[in-house]
């Protein structure tokens, strides 16, 4: 019997079963079962299980209990000994609250970035003439970094002269490695030898300078960090609010009110 394609509108001979199967077979692309699991090991499906049970602190007799699958089974998913249905899935997806689609998402590259001596770049102080030290970046290949890690030389001073203070937002670690190493802090000073450590609020005036003879060498870490939102809004007493008139980026106290915004209330 000769079978014809029907869609459904008008008269004619509708397709047999067997005939539906063997069209979509012919329309959809076959494809091997070593290429579908090549694809699911290269999602690390396996270890994306692993990693949402690890981070419930949930065992695989627990995870079983809850997708009513197996604990060996489980284990061999998340070894990628045996390929998951969807619907297996599906039941560990809604577990962790997930979506399938986050077993099959790419995975955001881990950063990672190697520094090579060879490659640093020596920067002299800036803004000065006769620079006190020398610098070099231990993070530059890091691109959006919150913390920024220096490798210092710190010179020997050929004449006495002031030491100007910096400040920047954030917190500074430094850690000499060798030398001695004099740091101002404010209204501070410090003598600090090998092996000792400082930790500070760096939007403080600070300033470093050589105490030796010899050149002294640290470690320094700055930590951004943004500074806080400034209020802009004052307060009358009855709860009104009124533009702030202080300078701009200026701090201004809760609820403080001005003499001048005194008089207007009464």
């Known amino acids: 019997?000769?079978?014809?394609?029907?869609?459904?509108?008008?008269?004619?001979?509708?397709?047999?079963?067997?005939?539906?199967?063997?069209m979509e077979n012919q329309m959809t692309p076959q494809v091997d079962s070593e290429t579908a699991e090549q694809f699911i090991a290269e999602k690390h499906i396996g270890e994306r299980i692993k990693r949402l049970r690890l981070k419930k602190s949930m065992g695989l007799v627990?995870?079983?209990?809850?997708?009513?699958?197996?604990?060996?089974?489980?284990?061999?998913?998340?070894?990628?000994?045996?390929v998951p249905t969807l619907r297996n899935l599906a039941r560990i997806a809604m577990v962790f609250s997930k979506d399938l689609t986050y077993f099959f998402e790419t995975e955001p590259q881990a950063l990672f970035r190697v520094h090579r001596r060879k490659e640093r770049v020596r920067m002299p102080q800036t803004g000065v003439d006769d620079?006190?030290?020398?610098?070099?970046?231990?993070?530059?290949?890091?691109?959006?970094?919150?913390?920024d890690p220096y490798f210092a030389e710190f010179v020997?001073?050929?004449?006495?002269?002031?030491?100007?203070?910096?400040?920047?937002?954030?917190?500074?670690?430094?850690?000499?490695?060798?030398?001695e190493l004099e740091i101002r802090h404010g209204d501070q000073v410090s003598m600090m030898d090998a092996g000792d450590a400082v930790y500070f609020d760096a939007s403080t005036p600070h300033a470093?300078?050589?105490?030796?003879?010899?050149?002294?060498?640290?470690?320094?870490?700055?930590?951004?960090?943004?500074?806080?939102?400034q209020p802009t809004m004052q307060l009358r007493p009855m709860g009104a609010a009124v533009q702030s008139r202080g300078l701009p980026g200026t701090p201004v106290r809760p609820g403080a009110v001005t003499a001048a915004q005194n008089g207007a209330a009464r």
């Open 1 to 22: 019997m000769e079978e014809y394609s029907h869609l459904g509108m008008g008269k004619g001979p509708v397709m047999s079963e067997a005939a539906v199967i063997r």
């Open 156 to 179: 020997p001073l050929k004449k006495a002269q002031d030491i100007r203070p910096h400040v920047h937002a954030g917190y500074e670690f430094l850690y000499v490695l060798q030398g």
């Open 131 to 147: 620079p006190t030290y020398f610098f070099e970046s231990l993070g530059y290949q890091v691109p959006d970094r919150i913390m």
């Open 208 to 229: 470093y300078q050589c105490a030796g003879k010899t050149p002294a060498v640290a470690l320094i870490v700055t930590m951004h960090q943004a500074p806080p939102a």
């Open 62 to 82: 627990e995870l079983g209990r809850h997708t009513g699958l197996s604990a060996s089974f489980l284990s061999q998913l998340e070894t990628g000994r045996v």
